[in-house]
């Protein structure tokens, strides 16, 4: 039978981790599954964005001599949102933030792809719960693990 849990252990379940190998890049990289919190606040900055973009669109329909003269702005893409929210220091930090955006749109699309859909397993919880769960055990056993991790 399964266990029924407490309030106290559901608020102190961990946010699975993954290591993530990133050839492009000469190295490992730490993802962490995005929280409500933070998915909550990636969606504030897309609609942010999308209400500048909306602005935009709408100056540009106007006629030359009518137009504000509104900065040119375009959406923010989901997949690239989603990774800079995800990639955080070994204190499960985030290591970027919105001011890294710019950057993030320069880098490799196939890259980026990657460790999208690395970061997709973590959104399904029995995949992350049963790699949570051999990464401790090979931890006990005295091994190393490339898998997910948890703090």
Do not use: C
Not at 10 to 32: D, K, Y
Not at 78 to 89: E, G, P, R, T, W
């Amino acid at each position: 039978m399964a266990v029924l849990l407490s309030r106290a252990a559901i608020l102190a379940a961990p946010v699975p981790t993954r290591e993530v190998e990133v050839p492009e890049w000469g190295g490992t990289i730490l993802v962490r599954s995005l929280s409500a919190k933070t998915r909550m606040q990636a969606i504030e900055a897309i609609n942010e964005r999308q209400t500048l973009v909306d602005a935009y669109e709408a100056d540009q329909a106007k006629p030359e001599d009518e137009r504000e003269g509104l900065a040119a702005a375009y959406p923010l893409d989901n997949s690239i949102m989603s990774v800079l929210f995800a990639i955080v220091d070994e204190e499960l930090n985030p290591m970027f933030s919105m001011d890294d955006y710019s950057a993030f749109e320069d880098l490799s699309l196939p890259t980026l792809t990657h460790i999208f859909r690395q970061m997709q397993i973590l959104e399904t919880p029995t995949v992350a719960y049963n790699e949570q769960k051999k990464s401790s055990v090979s931890r006990r056993k005295g091994g190393s693990s490339s898998g997910s991790r948890s703090r």
